[in-house]
């Protein structure tokens, strides 16, 4: 079966960067059409997409805040990397990945808290 | 800055049916968008519904549907049941993806 599991850090200090590794199982990103997206939640808010990566290593992302974001791929170890830069308060939020094959998000990870605070 | 607009709050009677709606601030919801529909309740990670207008997961209830309705893209339950008070979120793509703000489902 299909999981996920995010992990990194759970505090950064504004204007430090996070590193998210989201490491999967039950499925390959050599898959024609497979992706890996990741997700964010504020407190008590709506989701935001952030940023996919696909199969072929094509990469989309959130124009808002593409500037920060990098997202990668390493196929062999089943991981994929989210790194985003200049981390302020307002990024405070539950990060998740999910799995998408072509046009559906169909499983998702539980979800990691990270917290930005000096 | 593309914006998704769904209805803040619905509320329900046990057993009765609501739509849920998703809006384009660019125009009229198609197929091209490939709208997905996601469940979630406190404390738990999303829970997806409905892929590419009216698919269903193979876990997806019976009385959910996915339609494109009056330019929008709806998320109908038909007979709802108590479990299905939580928050909604459709999903839509613009060649990045956006969600909608969300809906409080309560059912009383």
């Known amino acids: 079966q299909i999981t996920l599991k995010e992990s990194g850090p759970t505090l950064v200090k504004p204007t430090q960067t996070l590193t998210l590794t989201c490491t999967f199982s039950?499925?390959?990103?050599?898959?024609?059409?497979?992706?890996v997206g990741w997700i964010r939640q504020p407190p008590g808010k709506a989701l935001e997409w952030l940023a996919l990566?696909?199969?072929?290593?094509?990469?989309r992302y959130s124009p808002s805040l593409k500037s920060r974001l990098t997202i990668t791929k390493d196929t062999s170890k089943n991981q994929v990397v989210l790194t985003m830069t200049n981390m302020d308060p307002v990024d405070t939020a539950t990060y998740y990945c999910?799995?998408?094959?072509?046009?559906?998000?169909?499983?998702w990870g539980q979800g990691t808290l990270v917290t930005v605070s000096s | 800055q593309t914006v998704v607009t769904q209805e803040p709050s619905l509320t329900v009677s046990p057993g009765g049916t609501v739509t849920l709606t998703c809006a384009s601030s660019?125009?009229?919801?198609?197929?091209?968008?490939?709208p997905n529909w996601f469940q979630q309740k406190p404390g738990q990670a999303p829970r997806a519904l409905i892929y590419?207008?009216?698919n269903k997961h193979s876990w997806t209830p019976a009385r959910f549907s996915g339609s494109l309705l009056g330019g929008k893209a709806a998320l109908t339950l038909s007979g709802v049941q108590p479990e299905d008070e939580a928050e909604y979120y459709c999903?839509?793509?613009?060649?990045?993806?956006?969600f909608g703000g969300g809906t409080k489902l309560t059912v009383l």
């Open positions: 999910a799995h998408v094959d072509t046009a559906q998000f169909d499983y």
């Open positions: 039950g499925f390959s990103l050599s898959t024609s059409g497979v992706g």
């Open positions: 990566i696909y199969w072929d290593d094509d990469k």
């Open positions: 660019t125009g009229a919801v198609t197929s091209g968008y490939y």
């Open positions: 590419s207008t009216s």
């Open positions: 999903l839509l793509y613009y060649g990045a993806w956006v």
